[in-house]
């Protein structure tokens, strides 16, 4: 308490402001605003305020009550001093102990107060601090908090963090906050096997806590928005402080955190600090305050906290004026000026009373802050306080207001002195101002005597006044301005008092008379004089008399009595005093008996009074005497006054105690000096009452034993004794157990009471009482019956794993001291002859600890206690259970098994059972790498016991490496030992990183150096058995050459035969005995120059008479920079040796000679040179000048790519005279088209072919004429259009808990290399995609880090030199792992009691995911309300507070990342005497039978209506179907009847073509004519159908039909071609959401539409195709359709149903939207218009089947809705040329040509040789260039190896090859194509029996064809649909009318059933 007093005494000091030590009021410590204390401490608060002079200071109340002292509570000491003092919590008020109080300060200036002081105690009170249990991820952030209850939280404060009972210092990776939290950033695995306990401390008790210790839950990093740990709210801080704004979040990946103040991001400034605690921000400023928001970010999500920062300055109030003197009336302003944060209130007080404003008072302001005061009075004086008040903060400052009039003297009355004494003349002065008083007397400015003193406050004082010289008027002047004076006299009057003069009285006794006088000798007239006795006043009678004269009076007294004794007192006055004088009268009086003593009796032991009374004057003075014996008197002694004999105040004896040496007689003796002495004797006689002289006190009796007590006793006779137990009398009569006997024994009587025998109830108190006439006697006697102590009371107080702790209390010690105790012990099971035993324990001991039990055991423990009687029976057995110890042993038989590079398997089995202390719960696996450079600290992972035998797999290990593995079995206690540690090396993997310092030096032209150093060995990843260099070329086009690679062992190699000037990219990897490691970056190089090759071609056209033109085309190969070109030129017969040379520039590429000679030869030739020299020369052209040049083109023909969107010249520059004209066309089919100039298309003068953006379907031959009257000339350019690739297709291969491996087979490359493919995946759910970019090479993908049991959808788009390509179709795949399972072997509860039930968490399976959370519910059966709780994912949980003997309902839900599985029950608690209660009865009624009918009729009600409702979908849908193929057949019929119609000859009778049935039933064709039905069978996939079955003979001039082919796919042997029933990982969504588990086999229909425009001399060509699996026993001819037409009726959800009704439509959503974005570029198509019902596509693609493989691809699309009504189109892409040679398993679509025209205008790669020969020898196709005629070669290989033409037998085309036997055989296996074509021409040879070989092709020099003579087309330019060279609706004149001249039965068709 005095430290409290002294500390705020200091501070006092510290606060005083000088300026206010010399005012009269001040504070000494104005600040002082709150006090809290210890109520075991106590208080002092000194008063804030103070004065000079001293001030009075009181305490107040906040309210203004006085406040009183309490005794021992609180006490205000005279210096103003509040105390209080200790006090205990039951004394706590709070009206005392929890209040504001003020204190005032009071003098003459006026009376200020204190700010408010708030005063509190803090008593001690019971409280525990909790740390709750936390989760968090590997490398996240842990947050642990103190959690203090609210109650103590403003007075408790952490002190520290304890980890495993040791103090956290603040470092590394442990943080604590300001506000006591504790940090644990980048948490690892072994943080989880700690504890962690905070520390506190209470401020005013200094008492510290410790709170429970808490784990930290460790987890694996899984993909997860951010979560916020410790966020902050608002807070107000005082500037100058510094603030700490925690935030910090879990997330993965770790979340990034962004500090905003007010939306914006931090000022850049030093005093803010982001530490990983939070935001700390130091020196604190206004300016400071604001919102703050805590960002974080990760890549699946954010979140925030947000808080408001006030910064809150001190409020300082200053007050003017301070101090103010000033006149009545004045106006008086006083001003509080403020600082600090705004929001404050102000209230003036005056005198410590609030100012109300009036009619003279007011307060104005904005905030109050000034007072004025107007015609101020007199009583506005005083003391003025401002005080300003913002929540809890009071300031105040105060101002003296002193208020006067004009200077008056007050009125003076006269004053009379009294001579001798001193006298005072006060001149009292009014106003102000005045500046001196002064006193005059008879003119004389005083003082003028040594007995005047005039004082500065104009008092005049007279000391000893005298009459003739102090008596007289007196002036007061008082100078009130310089010249003017004010003044008042005051008359003074002396008077002089009587003198007495003195007078004694004389010694009198009784009967004298007595004569007094009493002489005034001075004073002034008339004198008084009266008498007083004893202050009473004497009136004359009963023999007093009285005699006054003028200065004289006498007393006179006839006879002097007794009563005449007194004070006697004379006294005088007159008009100036009044004096007296006072003496005593004594009267003697002799002494006598006013009672005389007479003998008497006294009882021994009580108390005796002998009288004796006397009186006399002076009082006489008593003696007593004794003579002892009971004869005469011989001799008295004086009677020694003890305490036990005392003289009373009226003169008797008093004996306290009689005893039987008192008796004798006793005199009584009095004198007072006046007369004789008295005396008078008296004989006192002693009585004996009945006494108890002998007995024990306490005695002990042995229980069964005999006990005697005895009681002696004396005394007058008779004499009675009896006996009681208690308060009970002893009966012997009555209890036969007792018996009494008495005896005399001289002048004693002794009892003897006999306990036969003594008896526990005997430990009590007997009394024995001895009784005759004079009184009576009790004697207690204590009977303790010893015996052996009752067995002791047995608990236990804790129970551990190898101990545990007993307490005990001893009930009944028999009466005799404890000596020790024994405590047995034994196995539940066994007897207690093996026991053990701890024998002797101190008595001082109430508790021990058994040591060295076994843990999980159950033990039967027994007591006994001992006194020196003997030993007590044994106590209550108890039964316990020692808890679960971390095992003493290891796991046993370890092994390690390497699996992979990046995983081990670890096997072991259970340690011995003595040793496992408990149920093993699971196994630490503790896994270090002990390469060299490795930190040694094992990494640990758990796992749950799952028997005996154990099995677990280390992953993500690295590669190649040796890793100690340990491992460690835990239970519910702990981890045990582990395992002696095992090494195990990872297998081998490839290289994680590519050599490095890879470089690379071009040698000369064609050879390059490459060298490299080894990757680091830790990459390595094994055993390095060498490099692999890759390298390709980068062509000036963007092209990629042909990738080459070298494998070597040294580090640097040499790559020889490159190609000239040419750059390389280049890459070197490492590799193992495991494969390929990673590449290095790409490295680019060039070789160096060399001299060019020769030019590719060379024209040499005569343009006059003397001069030549000569063109060449640039060399193939360069082989650097063309600097020029040199142009020889030589006449053979001329006889000149050296040709002529001219030289051009690189950039032009012809050259006119000139001055040659008109008929003469000439040989030319070019050479290019480089800065290498000349290359070598072209071939040499012989040339002759002449008169009139025909047309020639210098420019060459051959092929141009560019890609699309490009704009493209083709040049066509000419000579001739006269100048040509120059055309160009472009061929389709059999014709060519002129070229027409439109915004797309531009000719310009000099020839060229400008085409703007060209597109896909601008590729082709364009051919360019230069025609003049000497003749014409002709080139071709192949123009291919680069497009982005097609779509990849993409499968998913094998997934894990983690990872989905993929797989894809890339699409077409568009005409470009593959750069790489772009993979995206999400999140089934989600349409958040990641991409992944992959190299061009890849062909599989592994995708990790995934979640466990979770669907994604996986997407793959490819990318070449033109861009990114069409998307695949999106597959879904599943990693493994299922929603957690509660286990059917394990038990739900492992305890229920009354009120607790145990639940066994153990029992959940995570189903291969880790479990995340774990929710139950709970409630009593019968009851609505569930009560919620959630728990951890380890160990038990309890469910507490529970009702007796009640049933009740669990919930339990258990969720991972792959779902929630849950978990319902019914449980009871016992009785209260631990019984089971019976399962509740359903009430039985007569509705039970109505119950169980409804029971069972509702799912059967239930069950048909869901068939009824199925069958009427099912019929709905059917109709559906059947309208649509009603529709189907009416518009194939009417396709029909349409071709069969003539233009020209009207068509009479009934239709001959044949009519389309379609049987719908079993959804097949049927086509029928005149002649009947034709069933296509199960078994006929392909079947060859005449044109006389069309009745083209009918009409030769007219035919036009369309058929529609439905027919289930073949499954007996080859199974579906799309197995629906597959839901493994990676299908689409569609079939894993419609199909089920069940394995069933699906039928896939197609439908082909075979449309055309009923056109004369139109063939149909019907272009179907499919795939269909190798192996077929059918000979199934796999073909392909160019095109489809889809629906214009049905809208998209119509058109999707009807697919999913066929069964197909997984494999039609996506080849729907596919065609429609070919079709979008059929500018032509919107002429073209029909009417279809349905539309089913074919899953026909280039890359549907793998190599070698014979799987069927499944196509998973997906639907876009057209936006063109009537129109929806598929082009599939033929096969590049690379894949020609791709062997007898390669499926490639070849497409279907009517003619040979139309074969022609195929790509190069496409066309075969036999269809550019004629019988007639004109060659149907233009001059191709020599380059274009190799390619055809390698066409020529893949048509005649992997095509199958199925023809009528009567059809005879040339030089194709025939489908016989040996052509079956080699297509038995292999996937085939059936082609419809029109027949040859006539006169052509039959085909041989088996595969003819192709003649070569047409020479060069062959004339071109006739200009065409046939009608032009109807439809107008046909239009292209992506790579394919015709569409579905282009229709050819000339092709038909060559068919139709063969006759009937020449044309062939075929149907292939799909």
Not at 976 to 987: F, V
Request: charged share 20%; net charge neutral.
């Amino acid at each position: 308490m005095w430290l409290v007093t002294f500390l705020l005494l200091l501070d006092s000091l510290h606060k005083a402001r000088p300026e206010d030590v010399g005012t009269s009021l001040y504070f000494v410590n104005d600040s002082l605003q709150q006090v809290t204390f210890s109520s075991s401490v106590g208080v002092v608060v000194p008063c804030p305020a103070t004065g000079s002079p001293s001030a009075a200071l009181r305490w107040y109340l906040a309210t203004g009550d006085d406040i009183y002292d309490v005794p021992h509570i609180r006490h205000v000491h005279a210096n103003g001093t509040l105390q209080l003092y200790p006090f205990s919590p039951s004394a706590f008020n709070s009206f005392i102990h929890d209040n504001d109080y003020f204190c005032t300060a009071e003098n003459a200036a006026g009376k200020i107060r204190s700010p408010n002081i708030r005063v509190k105690a803090v008593f001690r009170e019971p409280y525990t601090v909790r740390v709750e249990d936390q989760r968090s991820m590997r490398g996240n952030m842990a947050v642990f908090k103190c959690l203090i209850p609210s109650s103590v939280q403003e007075y408790v404060s952490v002190v520290s963090w304890e980890k495993d009972t040791v103090s956290i210092i603040p470092e590394n990776r442990f943080f604590i906050t300001y506000h006591g939290g504790l940090y644990i950033s980048d948490v690892q695995k072994e943080d989880a096997l700690s504890t962690y306990r905070c520390i506190t401390k209470h401020k005013y008790s200094g008492e510290t806590r410790q709170s429970n210790g808490a784990r930290l839950s460790v987890t694996d990093p899984a993909e997860s928005i951010p979560t916020i740990l410790d966020g902050f709210h608002s807070q107000e801080v005082w500037a100058g402080h510094t603030v700490e704004l925690p935030c910090t979040a879990s997330g993965y990946p770790i979340p990034a955190i962004r500090w905003l103040k007010d939306g914006r991001p931090l000022p850049a400034d030093n005093r803010w600090t982001n530490h990983i605690t939070g935001l700390t921000i130091s020196d604190l400023r206004t300016e400071d305050s604001g919102t703050y928001i805590c960002e974080v970010t990760n890549t699946f999500g954010s979140a925030e906290a947000t808080g408001t920062l006030t910064v809150i300055e001190p409020l300082h109030v200053t007050l003017t004026p301070k101090k103010l003197k000033t006149g009545i009336g004045s106006t008086v302003i006083l001003s509080c000026a403020l600082m600090g944060s705004p929001e404050f209130t102000i209230r003036w007080y005056r005198n410590t009373e609030l100012v109300l404003p009036n009619e003279a008072i007011s307060i104005r302001g904005l905030s109050n802050e000034t007072l004025l005061i107007t015609s101020a009075q007199k009583s506005h004086s005083g003391a003025y306080q401002c005080f300003a008040s913002r929540k809890a903060q009071t300031a105040q400052d105060f101002a003296i207001i002193v208020l006067e009039g004009p200077p008056s003297i007050r009125a003076m009355r006269n004053i009379t002195a009294v001579a001798g004494r001193d006298t005072l003349i006060n001149c009292r002065v009014i106003g102000y101002p005045y500046y001196s008083i002064k006193w005059y007397k008879d003119a004389l400015l005083l003082p003028d005597n040594h007995r005047q003193v005039v004082f500065e406050n104009g008092t005049l004082k007279l000391t000893d006044v005298q009459k003739g010289m102090d008596e007289g008027e007196y002036l007061c002047s008082v100078l009130i301005q310089p010249q003017l004076s004010i003044s008042q006299s005051v008359h003074v009057a002396v008077k002089v008092p009587p003198l007495i003069q003195p007078f004694e009285f004389p010694p009198a006794s009784i009967g004298q008379l007595l004569y007094i006088p009493c002489v005034v000798s001075s004073g002034d007239m008339p004198i008084r004089i009266t008498w007083r006795k004893d202050g009473q006043v004497i009136i004359s009678g009963s023999g007093v008399t009285i005699e006054s004269k003028e200065f004289m009076s006498s007393l006179q007294i006839s006879s002097v009595s007794l009563k005449h004794n007194g004070n006697y007192t004379c006294i005088a006055s007159n008009a100036a005093a009044t004096v007296s004088r006072e003496r005593q009268l004594i009267v003697r009086v002799p002494p006598r008996f006013v009672v005389q003593p007479n003998n008497q009796d006294g009882i021994y032991g009580k108390a005796g009074v002998l009288n004796c009374s006397v009186d006399g004057y002076p009082p006489p003075k008593v003696m007593w005497k004794h003579a002892k014996g009971s004869g005469n008197p011989q001799q008295y002694h004086p009677v020694p006054l003890t305490g036990r004999i005392q003289i009373l105040p009226n003169s008797s004896l008093l004996i306290r105690h009689v005893l039987e040496e008192d008796i004798g007689y006793y005199l009584c003796q009095a004198s007072n000096g006046v007369g004789t002495d008295i005396s008078k004797s008296m004989f006192l006689t002693v009585k004996i009452p009945a006494m108890i002289t002998s007995h024990p006190n306490t005695t002990i009796a042995i229980k069964g034993h005999t006990k005697e007590l005895n009681c002696t006793a004396r005394g007058e006779r008779p004499i009675i004794i009896r006996w009681e137990k208690g308060d009970t009398v002893i009966d012997p009569d009555r209890v036969m157990r007792y018996a009494i006997a008495t005896k005399d024994n001289g002048d004693e009587v002794v009892s003897t009471l006999k306990l036969k025998p003594a008896d526990r109830g005997d430990s009590v108190f007997f009394s024995c009482h001895a009784i005759n006439s004079y009184g009576e006697d009790r004697g207690l006697i204590q009977l303790t019956v010893q015996e052996p102590p009752d067995p002791p009371e047995l608990e236990i107080r804790e129970v551990k794993a190898r101990s545990m702790n007993l307490r005990w209390t001893q009930r009944f010690d028999g009466n005799s001291i404890i000596t020790g105790f024994d405590i047995e012990y034994k196995n539940k099971s066994d007897s207690w002859d093996f026991k053990q035993s701890t024998r002797n324990i101190s008595p001082t001991i109430n508790q021990a600890n058994i040591v060295d039990l076994h843990p999980a055991s159950v033990y039967s423990i027994r007591m006994y206690s001992f006194n020196k009687i003997g030993r007590s029976e044994p106590s209550k057995e108890l039964i316990i259970s020692t808890e679960e110890a971390a095992p003493d042993g290891p796991p046993m038989d370890v092994t390690l098994q390497p699996v992979t590079s990046q995983s081990i398997q670890v096997t072991w089995k259970a340690p011995k059972k003595e040793l496992q202390n408990g149920v093993i719960r699971g196994y630490q696996i503790g896994y270090r790498e002990n390469s060299p450079g490795s930190n040694g600290q094992y990494s640990i992972v758990e796992m749950k016991a799952t028997g005996d035998s154990e099995v677990y797999t280390l992953d993500n290990l690295k590669k190649f490496a040796q890793y100690g593995v340990v491992v460690q079995a835990f239970n519910r206690a702990g981890t045990g030992p582990s395992s002696s540690e095992i090494n195990a090396t990872t297998l081998e993997d490839v290289p994680s990183q590519p050599p490095e310092n890879v470089r690379a030096l071009s040698i000369t032209s064609d050879v390059a150096v490459i060298s490299w150093s080894e990757p680091p060995r830790s990459t390595l990843n094994g055993v390095l058995k060498g490099y692999r260099v890759i390298f390709w070329s980068l062509y000036i086009d963007g092209e990629w050459g042909e990738m080459q690679n070298i494998t070597t062992t040294r580090e640097r190699v040499e790559l020889r035969g490159m190609e000239k000037f040419t750059n390389y990219s280049v890459q070197v990897l490492a590799y193992t005995q495991a494969g390929d490691g990673v590449r290095s970056s790409v490295l680019y190089i060039q070789t160096k120059e060399d001299v060019p090759g020769p030019p590719a071609g060379i024209k040499a056209v005569p343009s006059s008479a003397s001069s030549v033109v000569v063109s060449w085309l640039p060399p193939t190969k360069p082989n650097g920079v063309i600097r020029k070109y040199t142009i020889f030129c030589s006449s053979p017969g001329s006889g000149q040796p050296a040709p002529s040379e001219y030289e051009t520039s690189p950039e032009q590429l012809f050259y006119r000679i000139a001055h040659l000679n008109r008929g003469q030869q000439y040989l030319l030739w070019v050479a290019a040179v480089t800065s290498a020299g000349r290359g070598n020369s072209s071939e040499k052209v012989t040339i002759e000048p002449a008169g009139k040049a025909p047309a020639k083109i210098i420019s060459f023909g051959g092929t141009v790519t560019t890609p699309w969107m490009k704009d493209v010249r083709l040049p066509c520059n000419s000579v001739g005279d006269p100048a040509p004209a120059v055309k160009w066309t472009k061929d389709s089919e059999d014709s060519a088209i002129p070229v027409s100039m439109d915004g797309h298309r531009l000719i310009h003068t000099n020839g060229t072919l400008l085409l703007r953006a060209v597109k896909a379907e601008d590729s082709g031959y364009y051919t360019c004429t230069a025609t003049n009257t000497g003749g014409f000339d002709t080139i071709i350019v192949n123009l291919l259009v680069q497009v982005p690739p097609d779509q990849p297709r993409l499968t998913v291969s094998k997934t894990s808990a983690s990872s989905i491996t993929l797989t894809w087979i890339p699409g077409d490359n568009g005409g470009s290399s593959i750069r790489g493919f772009v993979l995206q995946y999400s999140v089934d759910n989600s349409e958040e995609w990641k991409d992944v970019f992959i190299s061009s090479s890849e062909r599989a993908f592994k995708l990790d880090s995934l979640k466990c049991g979770t669907w994604y959808k996986v997407k793959l788009a490819a990318k070449n030199s033109v861009g990114s390509g069409r998307i695949s179709e999106i597959i879904e795949a599943k990693t493994h792992g299922r929603e957690p399972s509660f286990s059917k072997d394990q038990h739900l509860f492992t305890h229920i009691n009354s009120t607790h039930a145990r639940l066994n968490l153990q029992g959940w399976n995570n189903g291969g995911c880790p479990i995340t959370a774990i929710g139950l519910e709970y409630r009593p059966k019968g009851t609505w309300a569930w009560q919620g709780l959630r728990a951890n994912t380890s160990g038990e949980v309890f469910l507490t507070e529970l009702r007796e003997a009640t049933w009740y309902e669990l919930r339990m839900r258990a969720c991972n990342s792959a779902g929630c599985g849950n978990k319902t029950a019914q449980f009871a608690t016992l009785d209260y005497d631990g019984s089971t209660i019976p399962p509740i009865k359903s009430a039985q009624g007569e509705g039970d039978d109505v119950k169980k009918l409804f029971t069972i009729g509702c799912p059967v009600i239930l069950a048909t209506l869901g068939v009824a409702l199925l069958f009427i979908v099912r019929k709905k849908r059917k109709e559906k179907r059947l309208k649509r193929l009603r529709d189907a057949k009416s518009l194939a019929e009417m396709l029909i009847s349409k071709n069969n119609r003539s233009f020209d000859t009207p068509v009479k009778g009934p239709p001959q073509g044949p009519r389309l049935h379609i049987d719908i039933p079993r959804v097949q064709l049927l086509i029928e004519d005149k002649e009947g039905i034709k069933q296509l069978g199960d078994d006929k996939a392909t079947i060859p159908v005449a044109d006389a079955e069309f009745s083209q003979a009918v009409n030769p001039q007219s035919f036009c039909t369309g058929v529609s082919l439905h027919h289930p796919a073949l499954i007996q042997s080859t199974g579906p071609l799309i197995d629906m029933s597959d839901i493994r990982p990676g299908t689409n969504p569609v079939s894993r959401k419609n199909v089920k588990s069940a394995h069933s086999t699906r039928n896939r229909y197609s439908s082909q539409w075979t449309l055309t425009k009923c056109q004369a001399s139109t063939p149909a060509r019907t272009l179907t195709s499919d795939w269909r699996t190798v192996g077929s026993q059918h000979g199934v001819t796999v073909t392909e359709s160019d095109s489809y037409s889809a629906s214009l009726s049905q809208d998209t959800d119509k058109g999707r149903n009807s697919m999913v009704s066929t069964e197909s439509a997984s494999s039609t959503y996506e080849e729907l939207a596919r065609a429609y974005e070919h079709a979008k570029l059929e500018e032509q198509l919107q002429h073209a218009k029909f009417e279809i019902t349905e539309c089913f596509i074919s899953d026909s693609s280039s890359d549907q089947m793998t190599t070698g493989t014979n799987e069927n691809a499944d196509s998973m699309t997906s639907m876009s809705t057209p936006s063109e009504p009537g129109i929806c189109r598929f082009t599939a892409s033929p096969p590049k040329p690379q894949d020609a040679d791709r062997g007898k398993n390669v499926a490639v679509p070849i497409p279907h040509r009517a003619s040979k025209s139309d074969y022609c205008n195929l790509p190069l790669y496409a066309k075969s040789e036999a269809f550019f020969r004629k019988a007639d020898g004109r060659e149907p196709c233009p001059v191709v260039p020599p380059r274009e005629a190799s390619m055809r070669n390698v066409a020529r290989t893949y048509h005649t190896q992997a095509r199958h033409l199925t023809l009528d037998p009567a059809s005879k085309p040339l030089g194709l090859p025939h489908p016989g036997a040996p052509a079956a055989a080699s297509t038995a296996t292999l996937p085939q194509r059936t082609l419809a074509m029109p027949a040859p021409p006539a006169g052509t040879a039959p085909p041989a029996s088996g595969p003819a070989p192709a003649e070569p092709p047409a020479p060069p020099s062959a004339a071109p064809p006739a200009p065409s003579t046939e009608p032009p087309r109807p439809g107008g330019p046909h239009t292209k649909m992506g790579g394919s060279r015709d569409s579905l609706l282009e229709m050819s004149t000339s092709g038909v009318g060559r068919s139709q001249k063969q006759g009937a039965g020449a044309y062939s068709k075929s149907y292939t059933l799909v």
